[in-house]
T-cell receptor, first 111, second 115 residues
């Protein structure tokens, strides 16, 4: 079963714009992570936010976590064509230390 | 550190044949995971090892699937009597686990096509 649900399923923006992706989950978590996947490739870790954190930054990435709403958002600022990829949120519930992934968001950045 | 490597990258087989995938994790990592991903979906957990012990298996892992990690190093995932529904990308990931699950490092995957 997939705990995380990303929203929207697909997003198309112009280069230079910001991209905001949302993730909702169902059960309590230890941490939430975001991954990126280029077509036909493996996943690459972007950022991890722990349950006691509310916001985290890494370069052009900003992730927020609202445990009361069981939701997270990933913001990519000043998007580039190279950001075109699928993005997944993944939750660690701590019960047995495996990550559960959502279905993903397809981001297209037009040059 | 050469990252997580998977072999083969692509496998085409006929229904009923057996296939085996190999994963070499990052050497100092104690956890190794197998996930399966079908088109348009996120990775689905199959199983994971801590060192050589297989700690959890998903219900997705039917008795046709078997995974091993002898000596806590590389791992193999074997699928016996393949079915068309087994067509997917099989992803391996590794991590070093202290308290809780941290970042997973994924390989490039092994894509299986069952004809």
């Amino acid at each position: 079963s997939q705990q995380g649900e990303e929203d929207p399923q697909a997003l198309s923006i112009q280069e230079g714009e910001n991209a905001t992706m949302n993730c909702s989950y169902k059960t309590s978590i230890n941490n939430l992570q975001w991954y990126r996947q280029n077509s036909g490739r493996g996943l690459v870790h972007l950022i991890l936010i722990r349950s006691n954190e509310r916001e985290k930054h890494s370069g052009r990435l900003r992730v927020t976590l609202d445990t009361s709403k069981k939701s997270s958002s990933l913001l990519i600022t000043a998007s580039r064509a190279a950001d075109t990829a699928s993005y997944f949120c993944a939750t660690d519930t701590g019960a047995n230390s495996k990550l559960t992934f959502g279905k993903g968001i397809t981001l297209s950045v037009r040059p | 550190d050469t990252g997580v490597s998977q072999d083969p990258r692509h496998k085409i087989t006929k229904r009923g044949q057996n296939v085996t995938f190999r994963c070499d994790p990052i050497s100092e990592h104690n956890r190794l995971y197998w996930y399966r991903q079908t088109l348009g979906q996120g990775p689905e957990f199959l199983t994971y090892f801590q060192n050589e012990a297989q700690l959890e298996k998903s219900r997705l892992l039917s008795d046709r699937f078997s995974a091993e990690r002898p000596k806590g190093s590389f791992s193999t995932l074997e699928i016996q009597r393949t079915e068309q529904g087994d067509s997917a990308m099989y992803l391996c990931a590794s991590s070093f686990v202290g308290a809780g699950t941290g970042e997973l490092f994924f390989g490039e995957g092994s894509r299986l096509t069952v004809l």
